[in-house]
T-cell receptor
Framework: QQQVKQSPQSLIVQKGGISIINCAYE??????FPWYQQFPGKGPALLIA?????SEKKEGRFTISFNKSAKQFSLHIMDSQPGDSATYFC??????????FGKGTSLLVTP | GAVVSQHPSWVICKSGTSVKIECRSL??????MFWYRQFPKQSLMLMAT?????????EQGVEKDKFLINHASLTLSTLTVTSAHPEDSSFYIC????????????FGPGTRLTVT
């Protein structure tokens, strides 16, 4: 049972554009929502994370928007660059427990 | 900070042999570590949860006698793939839970296992 649903599966954005990836979860006990970036052959790298007590968190060009009532959260990448081309995974967990991952979004930023 | 290492980064072994993969948290203590495997173009699948000083908890469908996990210290967990077969070929990734860093999980770089 997929506890975190992620969309789209793939995304093509022009350089300078905004990349948006969405995730939805079912388990209301989840209280930790991270996003990971993964390049081919590498482990996932923690990009940004949010907890349900805030609705938005921004770090540089990356922003998480969180909607607790809708059980949805999204990643926005502003001013997308070719170097951002990677696979992005959203995840959710109850603190201290294993992460439940979305299926991933393959992002391609074209020059 | 929050660096997790894995060794080896890649390994090729013959069918029937065993392979040990190490996962270390370099700059923080991790009472809990997780082991995942990832097939090409797929998401990460949790295999087991490793707690320091106690037996690992395996996910449904993961053979505990085949994938031996030991978490002997607060900075080291090992995964041993016993009697490896070609279908065990995969990308194995560990993560470490940092209680001192708001319970965030940090991943190692992964180990590519190829069984011939």
């Amino acid at each position: 049972q997929q506890q975190v649903k992620q969309s789209p599966q793939s995304l093509i954005v022009q350089k300078g554009g905004i990349s948006i990836i969405n995730c939805a979860y079912e388990n209301t006990a989840f209280d930790y929502f991270p996003w990971y970036q993964q390049f081919p052959g590498k482990g996932p790298a923690l990009l940004i994370a949010i907890r349900p007590d805030v609705s938005e968190k921004k770090e540089g060009r990356f922003t998480i928007s969180f909607n607790k009532s809708a059980k949805q959260f999204s990643l926005h990448i502003m001013d997308s660059q070719p170097g951002d081309s990677a696979t992005y995974f959203c995840a959710a967990s109850h603190s201290g427990y294993a992460l439940n991952f979305g299926k991933g979004t393959s992002l391609l930023v074209t020059p | 900070g929050a660096v997790v290492s894995q060794h080896p980064s890649w390994v090729i072994c013959k069918s029937g042999t065993s392979v040990k993969i190490e996962c270390r948290s370099l700059d923080f203590q991790a009472t809990t570590m997780f082991w995942y495997r990832q097939f090409p173009k797929q998401s990460l699948m949790l295999m087991a949860t490793s707690n320091e000083g106690s037996k690992a908890t395996y996910e449904q469908g993961v053979e505990k006698d085949k994938f031996l996990i030991n978490h002997a210290s607060l900075t080291l967990s090992t995964l041993t793939v016993t009697s490896a077969h070609p279908e065990d070929s995969s990308f194995y990734i560990c993560s470490a839970l940092s209680s001192g860093l708001a319970n965030e999980q940090y991943f190692g770089p992964g180990t590519r296992l190829t069984v011939t």
